[in-house]
Structures are given as C-alpha cells and as structure tokens.
C-alpha cells in the first residue's frame, strides 16, 4: 500500500525541482526587466538632447517620465514577487492537502484490510491462542504501535490477564494479572469506556486513574464488550517516539476492531464447545436409538 503515495504525492526530489525552477524564471523574468529599464534610462536621455526641439510643454519632462517609468517597474516587480510567494504559499498548502489525503487513504485502507483480516481469521481459524496473536498483530500494523496488547476478562476472580501481546517487550508483559480497577486497563474495564491519551494533558481527563508507565507518549485502551458482556481489553500504545500521535478517528477505528474481536473470540469459542459437545450428543443419540429398538423387539 505504500507504493501507491508516490503515485499521488510528488516525491521531494521533484517538488524541490519544481520550486527552484519556478523562482528561477522569475528571476529571469526580473532580471530582463531591470535590463531593458536600465538601457532604456541610459540611452534615451542622450538622444533626447540632440533634439533641436523640445517635444514636450514642460522643462525636463523626459527625465519625470523616465524616472517614473523605473518607479513603475520596481513597483510592478514587488507586487509580482508578493504574488509569487503568495502562489507558492498555496502550492504548499495544497501539497500538505494531497499528503494528508494521501494518509488518509493509506490509513483507510489499512483498517479495512485489518477488518477483512479479522473476518477471515473468524471463518478460518479455532485456535484461541492463535486468534489472540493475530488480533494485536493486526492492531500493532494497523496503527503503527510501539506495542499492543489482549487482555481477557476473568469474572471469577474479578482480574484482566494478558493472553497476547506484540511489540515492545511484549514478552515481559504476557499472562501479567491486572485486577478490574487497576491501572489504564483495568480502568477501561470497569467503566467500559475507552481511554485516549495523546499529550500530558490527557491525563486530567481522568482524575481517579493512576500513570504508572511514564515513557508513554500516546495510547489507546478499549474495551472488548458482545451483547454487554465484558470480553477484555486491548491495548495499543507508543513509547519514546512523539512521531506516532492517535486521534479520535484511530480510537473509533479501534473500537470497531474491538467489537470484531469479540465477534471473533466468542465465535470460536461456540465452535470449540459445538466440537467437543457433538459428539456426545451423537453417542447419546445412537443409545438412544440402541434402546428404543430393543425395547419394541421385547414389545413384540
């Protein structure tokens, strides 16, 4: 997907060319202009006083109008180099345009592909653990982040624990138990709502939560909920590097990647239980028959 931004974007190569080559000929352009003006002052006057006869009805009317012919074009050169720049501020501005719909496109087109990815692993996959790791790899590609991670929901025991993670130290982290209430995550699951955090600021959005991990510089934690029953919690997070900031529209992207690995989960999990059930039913059923039919052969 990244091949395609140069396809929209001039590289910055060519947008340097294109920027030098523009200045370039209007200083060419302001150059021939001070040249003609410069040789018309000085070639002019020394004609004009070998005339036996005066053209004009007022005394030294050629050097005023020669005067304020230079005036004119030094006035016309500052006016065309503001709107040089002016044209140029617009240039930029429309380039900053096109690289941000060109993000924009490159990012839409990551998340769809991260929602088919998920759909496929539902129809495809029944291992639980191997779901797991591909959700927080999904997410971790998906927005770029340092680390991502799944926590599911132990109701007995009222606790979150890490079943998979991606990333940053990801191995540190896997099957750590956080109580529900304790920390970002537990926070998020027991208010079931998500948390974003982009800058220092954030943090007093949230008065009754505590920041243990400094070395985070932007993060999203969302809950996991199907039919309103709490699944777990993910979490993708940016350390060190301020060059990775999550907005809104990434928070709803992965609210919508977090209701599709519910789906997910809960689907593999029916799956998994119709497997191990169905046979039992089909043991039960064949007694079932076994006894029926021995009883109408001692019937008749």
Not at 88 to 95: A, D, K, P, V, W
Not at 166 to 178: A, F, K, Q, W
Request: proline share 4%; charged share 20%.
């Amino acid at each position: 997907m990244d091949s395609s931004i140069p396809d929209v974007v001039m590289s910055i190569a060519e947008k340097n060319r294109l920027h030098r080559r523009s200045w370039r000929n209007w200083f060419l352009l302001v150059g021939v202009l001070i040249l003609t003006t410069f040789g018309l002052i000085t070639a002019i006057p020394p004609l004009l006083s070998e005339r036996l006869v005066n053209p004009w009805p007022w005394v030294k009317t050629d050097m005023v109008l020669l005067i304020g012919l230079s005036l004119t074009v030094l006035v016309f050169i500052c006016y065309m180099t503001q709107q040089q720049r002016h044209v140029m501020q617009l240039h930029h501005r429309l380039e900053d345009i096109q690289a941000q719909s060109a993000l924009q496109l490159r990012q839409n087109a990551e998340r769809f592909f991260a929602l088919t990815s998920m759909s496929r692993i539902m129809g495809t996959e029944t291992d639980l653990q191997k779901i797991f790791n591909a959700i927080t790899k999904i997410c971790a590609e998906t927005f770029q982040s340092d680390r991502a991670s799944l926590m599911l929901c132990d109701e007995e025991n009222q606790c979150l624990m890490v079943k998979s993670a991606c990333g940053r130290s990801s191995e540190d982290i896997l099957y750590i138990r956080r109580k529900i209430g304790e920390g970002i995550a537990g926070w998020v699951a027991k208010n079931r709502k998500p948390i974003l955090l982009n800058s220092p600021m954030d943090h007093d959005l949230y008065p009754d939560l505590v920041f243990t991990d400094p070395d985070i510089v932007s993060a999203m934690v969302t809950p996991i909920i199907v039919r309103d029953e709490l699944v777990g919690v993910i979490n993708v997070s940016s350390h060190y590097s301020s060059a990775i900031k999550y907005e809104s529209d990434d928070l709803r992207a992965l609210q919508i990647l977090a209701d599709y690995a519910g789906v997910c989960i809960r689907h593999t999990e029916h799956v998994n239980w119709i497997k191990k059930i169905a046979p039992k039913l089909k043991a039960s059923d064949l007694l079932g028959n076994t006894t029926g039919e021995h009883l109408q052969r001692e019937k008749s």
